[in-house]
């Protein structure tokens, strides 16, 4: 989570993103994609985010369980407010 921004991120999030990233890249540039790591606010929770990251990309699984992400999840602010869904979905077009 971002306690600055209030952007309450977790692994899932960081999931998520690199699935709609990596659609975009297929549809937009041929599938070029390019990620970039800059470490976040908690040394125990960014490779979490990390390996999500890497386990989208590569369709692999492993057996690292993230134990924080159901706490996160529950923190609110959560859902895409109309506006950010608006701007996924024209970005998505």
Do not use: K
Request: glycine content about 10%.
């Amino acid at each position: 989570t971002d306690p600055l921004g209030s952007m309450m991120c977790h692994s899932g999030t960081f999931r998520g993103m690199t699935r709609m990233a990596r659609e975009l890249a297929e549809r937009c540039c041929s599938g070029r994609l390019v990620l970039t790591h800059e470490g976040g606010y908690s040394e125990a929770y960014a490779p979490f985010c990390g390996l999500a990251v890497i386990e989208e990309l590569s369709g692999a699984t492993s057996a690292v369980f993230d134990s924080l992400e159901d706490e996160y999840r529950g923190l609110g602010q959560q859902e895409l407010q109309p506006h950010q869904q608006e701007a996924i979905a024209a970005a998505l077009r």
